[in-house]
Structure formats: C-alpha cells, structure tokens
C-alpha cells in the first residue's frame, strides 16, 4: 500500500468518527433516546426528562467529555467495581507502553528507516506516491550496523513492557485484596458448590448433605440449597404463569373492573410438584464464616476423590443455571463438541480472510475479474479498495466472533456467567491471533498455516519475511477497528436502530420496560490486546503503526469511561480476575516480537545481533513465571490471613444475624423464587413454588 492509500483509509474514518462523534453528543440529550444512551442513570433515577424544549438540545456539545473524564479511579470502583477497574487499567498500560515505544520508533527508528536504500530511495516532493515500506526496516541495508539501533529499541521495550507488567500486576493484586476487605459480606464468600454427592437408596440429597457436613464441619456448617434441574423446576413455574394469564383474560372477556379483584393465585399443584422434584447431585452449602467456606472448599473431602467435590460459588445473580441439567457424561461430550465448533469456526473464518487478502493485491484482483480493469485505474477506487474495504469486510465478520465463543463457552459446563465470558475472552484472543494475525501475515490455506508452526524452526525466518510486508495492512486495521469501532461503540448503532424500529410498536407500552446491559468485557478485552500484540510486533518493524494505536487508546479510554458511567451496570463481579489474561496475553505479544526480531536479524544477514536477541525470549519467560508464583494465587483464592481478619471484624456487626439468615435462600433457582401474582399485572414476594432450602435449625 501507498502512503495516499492510507490516507484515504485514515480520512474515511476520521470522518465517520466525527459523525459518530457529533450525532452523540445530540441524540443523546434528547429524552426519547435516554434508553439508549443513559439506561442505567435511567434506572437509577438520575437521568431526569427536562420539563420544556431547549435549543441547545439540537446542537453538539462536549460536555460528556468533561463527565467522562472527572471520576477518580475509586469512584469508579464504587460504582461500576473492580472489573470495571481493571479494564481502565488495560488501557492505560497500553497508553504508557506505547507512549514510550512511540517515542522511540517514530523520532530514532523511522529516521533509520528511511536512510536505507534497500528498496529504493525515498522521493520527498511526492511523499504520498511512496510505499509505506520506506518507513519500515526491509528499507535498512542487508548487514548494516544501524540494525544494532533496532535491536536495542527491542530490549529497551521488553525490559519497559516487564517493568510495567510487574507494577500493575502488583498494583491489581493489592486492589483485589482491598476490595475484599472493604465490602459487605457477600454469599457467595461464604458458600460452596458441592457435586458428585452420593446418595444412599431411599434417601435424598439434601438428606446426604445434612449428614455429611453435620458430621465432618459441625463447627462452621449453616444451611444448604439442593439444585433441581432446570426443566421440571421451569415446567411448574410455567404453568402457574399460564394459569394466571389464561385467568386474567377470562376476567377480561366478562368486563370485571380491575379495581375489583386483586387476587393472589394459589394453584394446586401437588401431585405434579411431587413429580417436577428431580433433585441434581449438587448443592449450594453456605457457612457461618468465610473460612469455614474455605476449608471446605480446599479440602480433599472424602477418601474417594470423585465424589463431594468443591468448588467456589458464584454470586447469586451470576449462577449459570442450565449446567446444572447436564450429566457428567453430557459435560464430557460437550467439551469435545467445543473444541470441533471452535475448530470449525476458525476453518470458516478463513474465507473473508482469504478475500481480504484478495483485495489488497490489485493485480490479483485484475487476473481474476479482467473486466473490472478500467474501474480499478482510477486512482480513487484503487485506494478504497486496498485501503478502506478489505479493513470494512473484516470488521463485519469480527463482529459475529465474540457472541458465538460465547455461546460455545457455555456448553463447557461452567457454573457462572463470569467464568463463561472468561472463557470466551481466552477463545477470542486466540481466534483473533490466529485467524486475523497469522493468517493475513502468511497468506496461505489452514492446512498450510498447520505445517508452518509444525516445523518450528522455520517459524521466525517465515514471519521475518511476512510480517513487515503486512505493515501497512494492519495499519489500516487499527484505524478501521480500532477508531471507527470504537466510536460506534459510542454512538450504540444497533441498539439505537433497535430503539427506532421499535418506538411505533410501543407508543402505549410502559416506559420503564427496558434493561440495563452489562459490559461485554469477551468482546473488547480482546480487541484491546490484539492491538497491543500488532504494537508490539510492529513498533521496530513499521513504527508508523504507533501513532494510529495511541489514537485509538486515547479514543477507548474517554469513550469506555463514558459507557461504564452511564450505559452499562454491572451484572458479576469477579475482582479483576481477568487481569492474569492480559498478562499473559502480553507476554505472549512480546515472546513472538522477539521471535520476529530473531528472524529479521538473521534475514538481514547480522548474525551477531540474532545471537544477542536469544536471552530475550528466556528472560521473559522467567519474569512471567515468577509472577505467576508471586501473583497469580491472590487471583485464585484469598488467604487464611484476609480471612480471619475479615471475619473478627464481622463479629461485631450487628447485622451479621440478619444477613446469614437470608443467606439460608440466597441460591434458590430462578424459578424458584416467591411469587406472587395479581390482577395488576405486579410480582411480589409470597411463598416458593417448591421448598428446596434445608436448614440446620
């Protein structure tokens, strides 16, 4: 690609940031469009419909920015929690990495770049019909020593990149502890899952369960929820709803006033209940204290260690309730079902691939559609075409990636939501990686990209080939995906279509019938790394690619800061454990930066340089292994030390009665919740459908 290709790329989304940009600022102060741009503070009752038209409603204004940009860390952290956090700070790592490699790649390595005259020399009254290979390092000279440079740009950003690594890591640990210690007890930190509970004949689960935990933690043990599975459970709630509708308009058709009536319906359903009881081998056990929840939880325990097993709970409103209706035998197929969708998805994602390679090679292009060939002269398609369309085609297809790993992380068996999106976060990362990086970098078929890394030694001289050639197709990718993505991340395109498509239909509906979404931390988690992996990759290879990433995190921080304050409420909260993901996710980013650095000296014929680039990749590895001694075991599990603290200062609480007897129902299932139905059309608290907690008394 030529620099004009670029630029046009860079002008289309500029400008399509500007509109996201400007129509923002607008429709979000008008009050129709609240419920898209501000459903939490709506929900919350901080966002207040204005009495009288203003004309300042109908122009643009910055004031957001300002909003945006205020709130300290911890006020975020009160408001949207820890992950919320931990995600800001994803972005202000990149933000400081690539400030400093910015500097360093584009005022020492492009002046060096373009000194060379590898390919040829650079023409300075047209610098817009240069290709933007001049600026990369396949323009420094076979064996020249100026690659010396490069090399220690490498080892100034690798020992940078672990420095920074190193002090958000310990930063983000120390938070998680804190954040422990400073909120209210919560269920879930005095509860276990337990599974594979044996059951004698004639007796039941939650029978086993009272004899067991009353026998070996007579101490700490509180109360227990069996879990049901979910069809039966749902099939009685369901039919008392459709009772009660079919009821109401019954009440209709015969004119009785609403005002008449209001009626709490009390089915009876006890033969059917009876039957609906199909309990699972699993139970929720809560306990009088945090670290008696620990001991159960980290303790072998029965002799048989497939039975009685352990596992923490999840908050209430993050349990994943449809794995509990799968058999241990389900769990185990269905893992082999995900790895055939994941592998499948990836083959798939090889064809738009394959096409946007197609687009940015025009001659390809003309050999294949020779009657497109007095189109693709003028000089304007030309640079649409490899600029702008190829980044436009993949964009689209990304979008779909996220949901779907999420929808396959789901049929793992895990028992919440947060550990799903985990899941689905890890999965789009290497999808990303794999099908977007490796793939575009070496142009070839799966089978191909196979046989590459199975001879591994030729790995680096390959990517030292392929990568800088694909310097200015990422380039555009970071532009197209990273700023316009991101701005419409502001502007909401599709649930603000949605809103329009839907206003006709629900002109006499109840304004209040709308949800508050939750942040899709799987979908941009991801995008973010892989940015940081192209910086890294890049940043001494084609060190122009640093200024359009310093763009987008500038972009992601003001923008993310805004959605987390007004758009998105928090659904879990997992304490940053997705911080471990960007640390390694980084280190992997910089082991294949030296990889590529490794296969670049040697291509350039400096086999000193390529014998002193070797340590690198063994330092980094040991730095990652140490914080994953140091670091990664406060995002497992909290020490005896947090604890027992915690729980001698509970002690004096006066509330603490109250709270562990409504922990006693905390983890009843969804459709097991009290109910109670009126002719009003209101659901409020009466009496289960079926009583599933047994409680110690």
Same mark, same amino acid.
């Given at each position: ?74 006020? /975020? ?41 590898? %390919?040829?020399?650079?023409?300075y009254v047209n610098i817009t019909n240069n290709s933007l290979e001049v600026f990369s390092i396949s323009n420094v000279n076979n064996g020249s020593n100026s690659l010396w440079i490069h090399l220690g740009a490498v080892y ?65 043990? %509180? ?126 994602? %090889? ?98 990209l196979l046989f590459i890394f199975l001879e591994f030694k030729d790995i680096p001289s390959k990517l030292a080939v392929s990568v800088p050639a694909q310097a200015s197709f990422f380039i555009a990718y970071v532009v197209t ?52 992996? /192209? ?70 014929? %400096? ?91």
């Amino acid at each position: 690609m030529i620099v004009s290709g670029l630029l046009t790329s860079v002008g289309i989304n500029f400008a399509l940031c500007i509109i996201f940009f400007t129509l923002y600022s607008v429709l979000r102060k008008q009050p129709g469009n609240y419920k898209v741009y501000a459903p939490r503070l709506l929900a919350e009752g901080k966002a207040h419909r204005p009495s009288r038209f203003h004309l300042n409603r109908l122009v643009p204004t910055p004031g957001w920015l300002k909003n945006a940009w205020v709130p300290s860390e911890d006020q /975020l952290l009160s408001y949207s929690g820890l992950d919320a956090v931990v995600f800001m700070r994803i972005i202000i790592f990149s933000l400081k990495v690539f400030s400093i490699a910015g500097f360093i790649g584009i005022f020492i390595l492009v002046p060096v770049n373009c000194s060379g005259n590898q %390919l040829h020399d650079m023409d300075y009254v047209n610098i817009t019909n240069n290709s933007l290979e001049v600026f990369s390092i396949s323009n420094v000279n076979n064996g020249s020593n100026s690659l010396w440079i490069h090399l220690g740009a490498v080892y100034v950003v690798t020992i940078v990149v672990c420095y920074l690594l190193y002090t958000e890591y310990r930063y983000i640990a120390s938070k998680r502890i804190n954040y422990f210690c400073s909120v209210k007890p919560q269920p879930h930190q005095y509860t276990v899952l337990v599974s594979n509970i044996p059951v004698s004949k004639g007796s039941s689960v939650g029978a086993s369960v009272v004899n067991f935990f009353t026998e070996n933690h007579p101490a700490t043990y %509180l109360s227990h929820v069996v879990v049901h599975r979910k069809r039966k459970v749902w099939t009685v709630a369901n039919a008392v709803r459709n009772y009660y509708r079919t009821f109401i308009n019954h009440r209709r058709v015969k004119k009785i006033a609403d005002a008449e009536v209001n009626l709490n319906v009390n089915v009876n359903l006890n033969v059917r209940i009876d039957k609906s009881r199909e309990e699972v081998q699993a139970a929720f056990v809560s306990f009088k204290t945090r670290y008696g929840a620990a001991i159960a939880l980290h303790m072998l325990q029965a002799n048989n260690p497939t039975q009685w097993l352990t596992e923490q709970a999840p908050e209430p409103q993050d349990v994943y309730w449809p794995f509990f209706s799968s058999t241990f035998m389900g769990r185990w197929i269905s893992k082999l079902l995900v790895i055939l969708s994941c592998t499948l998805v990836t083959i798939l994602f %090889l064809i738009p691939v394959f096409i946007v390679q197609g687009l940015t090679n025009l001659a390809q292009l003309e050999s294949y559609f020779p009657f497109l060939n007095s189109i693709l002269t003028m000089s304007i398609v030309s640079q649409v075409i490899t600029g702008y369309l190829p980044n436009l085609i993949l964009q689209v297809s990304l979008k779909i990636v996220p949901p779907i790993m999420k929808v396959i992380s789901s049929q793992q068996g895990y028992i919440s939501v947060s550990e799903i999106e985990r899941s689905a976060c890890h999965k789009v990362i290497w999808f990303t990686v794999w099908n977007v990086f490796f793939a575009n970098v070496l142009s070839a078929s799966a089978f191909s990209l196979l046989f590459i890394f199975l001879e591994f030694k030729d790995i680096p001289s390959k990517l030292a080939v392929s990568v800088p050639a694909q310097a200015s197709f990422f380039i555009a990718y970071v532009v197209t995906l990273g700023w316009t993505s991101t701005s419409s991340e502001l502007f909401r395109v599709i649930p603000f279509v949605g809103s329009l498509l839907s206003k006709p239909c629900s002109k006499n509906s109840n304004e209040n019938n709308f949800s508050v979404p939750s942040f899709p931390y799987h979908q941009d988690i991801p995008k973010i790394l892989f940015f940081g992996l /192209l910086g890294f990759t890049y940043f001494f290879l084609a060190p122009l690619i640093i200024p359009f990433l310093l763009g987008y995190f500038s972009l992601a921080y003001i923008i993310y800061r805004n959605q987390l304050l007004n758009v998105y409420a928090p659904k879990y909260e997992s304490a940053g454990k997705f911080w471990p993901i960007v640390h390694d996710t980084t280190i992997f980013s910089l082991v294949l930066m030296q990889f590529i650095a490794f296969g670049i000296f040697t291509l350039k014929k %400096l086999p000193h340089a390529t014998a002193v680039t070797f340590p690198l990749p063994v330092f980094t590895l040991l730095f990652n292994e140490y914080c994953r001694k140091r670091f990664l075991p406060i995002f497992m599990a909290y020490s005896t030390e947090t604890l027992l603290k915690k729980d001698k200062e509970d002690e004096n609480d006066p509330d603490m009665a109250q709270f562990l007897y409504q922990l006693r129902s905390a983890y009843q299932h969804p459709a097991l919740v009290p109910t109670t139905y009126s002719s009003s059309h209101s659901d409020t608290l009466h009496e289960p459908l079926i009583p599933t907690a047994q409680v110690r008394g």
